[in-house]
Structure formats: structure tokens, C-alpha cells
């Protein structure tokens, strides 16, 4: 069992920078590929990035390719998630997630967290 609690979200500016952290209990946390996912409203929930369980493995949506950045510290059973130059249509309720190994579909993922809003002016 993992649960994951995301911090970090807020109210930005566009062209602006957030760092978004989730915070994983449980001694498996090293096992998963962890991903983050986010939701607008009226929208499907999207992939965004994932990591594997050793780090040394990540993808990304296009979308955000060049400008987000996915990273894990497993000392700390924490994935954080780098948004620079963020855009308005980044504007979403994030996600982080782990699943057993790297996948972009969120129907592949076990466990989720409560989310974090992220909300981008123009």
C-alpha cells in the first residue's frame, strides 16, 4: 500500500515557474514508477510525465516536453514535478500516481493522490 500526498500548487503568473512535490509512505515506494497526471475542468485526466523506480527512465507528453521536469528522491519517498514557463492552458488539478512500472495511461496506475491545484493567469 502507498498513499501520496502532492503539495506545491498555486497561482502563477504565465512564464512563471511552480515545483510540485508528493510525498509517499510506505518502505515499496522505491519499487514503483511513479507518474503525474493532470485534470481541467471538462477534460480527461492526461499524462504528463513518469520516472521509473530507479530514475534512470522518464517520459513525458509532449505538451510539456523542454519545460517540465520529473525527478524522485527515494531517501525522501518524494517525486517532484519542475514546471517552468508555465501557460495557461497548464491550468489543471495535478496528480501524482505510482504504478509497478512506467506507463502513460492512467487506467495502469495504482495508487493516486488527493491532487493539487495549479492555476496559470495570462
Known amino acids: 500500500q502507498v498513499q501520496l500526498v502532492e503539495s506545491g500548487g498555486g497561482l502563477v503568473q504565465a512564464g512563471g515557474s511552480l515545483r510540485l512535490s508528493c510525498a509517499a509512505s510506505g518502505r515499496t515506494f522505491k519499487t514503483y514508477a511513479m507518474g503525474w497526471f493532470r485534470q481541467a475542468p471538462g477534460k480527461e485526466r492526461e499524462f504528463v510525465a513518469v520516472i521509473s523506480w530507479s530514475g534512470g527512465n522518464t517520459n513525458y507528453a509532449d505538451s510539456v516536453k523542454g519545460r517540465f521536469t520529473i525527478s524522485r528522491d527515494n531517501a525522501k519517498n518524494t517525486v517532484y514535478l519542475q514546471m517552468n514557463s508555465l501557460k495557461p492552458e497548464d491550468t489543471a488539478v495535478y496528480y501524482c500516481?505510482?504504478?509497478?512500472?512506467?506507463?502513460?495511461?492512467?487506467?495502469?496506475?495504482?495508487?493516486w493522490g488527493q491532487g493539487t491545484q495549479v492555476t496559470v493567469s495570462s
Open positions: 500516481a505510482a504504478a509497478i512500472q512506467v506507463f502513460t495511461h492512467f487506467e495502469n496506475y495504482n495508487y
